[in-house]
């Protein structure tokens, strides 16, 4: 690692004036949102839905082939959970991670295609 990459921030922090005070708001960059995926990849599959449910974003959910399959958001990842007998009581059966909008969008408009 050189001494540019030593000197270039990980984070932002801004100072942000509102009506009811002044805020310091942090923004994060692409390394810490890698690192994220990089650490709830590696949980097993029970600790992923847990943290999901405990830090996630339900979205919905949809039906595939007669499964119902339930979708999270958790910051820069978009996870699909398939709960056994489809109730979300019940152990996960598979997880399916996505990385990005992007990755989503083209990942559902393939899912979309393939039923016609």
């Not at 810490?32 to 029970?46: D, G, Y």
């Not at 999901?52 to 039906?63: D, N, P, T």
């Amino acid at each position: 690692m050189g001494l540019i990459d030593c000197l270039t921030p990980r984070f932002q922090l801004n100072l942000r004036v509102f009506p009811c005070g002044l805020y310091l708001v942090s923004g994060v960059s692409k390394p810490v949102v890698m690192l994220h995926k990089f650490f709830f990849n590696r949980l097993s599959l029970e600790k992923k839905v847990k943290h999901l449910h405990e830090k996630g974003v339900a979205l919905g959910s949809r039906i595939k082939d007669g499964r119902q399959i339930h979708m999270y958001m958790l910051k820069d990842l978009f996870v699909e959970v398939l709960y056994t007998d489809d109730k979300t009581y019940l152990a996960p059966e598979k997880v399916n991670v996505l990385n990005g909008l992007t990755n989503l969008q083209q990942y559902l408009e393939t899912e979309f295609r393939s039923r016609f």
